[in-house]
């Protein structure tokens, strides 16, 4: 079991950056797959990254692909979301969540068995 907990929310420009981390309670945290959803006003909760717990396998969500990168620091129980070149329909609550999916893309949230509570991400135009 792990508890995890998202930070690096914010307001940010059309364009800009923001790194969001997702940090593990426990070293148990390390033999999880990790997952970024997000989730907007009226839309349901939709997959955004992932990586594998070896960090040596990644998925994104095709309209993020190339802006956004995720990775983990396993030495630190933490992962990462990069976040560039953001838009405004990037705007939503963020989750980081744990689980062992038997794929990474293509996921559900059903597929993650521990979330954080979220961290809200403003892209203004």
């Known amino acids: 079991q792990v508890q995890v907990v998202e930070s690096g929310g914010g307001l940010v420009q059309a364009g800009g950056s923001l790194r969001l981390s997702c940090a593990g309670s426990?070293?148990?945290?390390?033999?999880?797959?990790i997952a970024w959803f997000r989730q907007a006003p009226g839309k349901e909760r939709e997959f955004v990254a992932a990586i594998s717990w070896t960090g040596d396998s990644t998925a994104y969500l095709p309209s993020v692909k190339g802006r956004f990168t995720i990775s983990r620091d396993d030495a630190n129980n933490k992962v990462y979301l990069q976040m560039n070149s953001l838009k405004p329909e990037d705007t939503a609550l963020y989750y980081c969540a744990a689980g062992l999916p038997v794929s990474l893309l293509g996921a559900t949230p059903r597929s993650y068995d521990y979330w954080g509570q979220g961290t809200q991400v403003t892209v203004s135009s």
């Open positions: 426990s070293r148990s945290f390390r033999s999880y797959a």
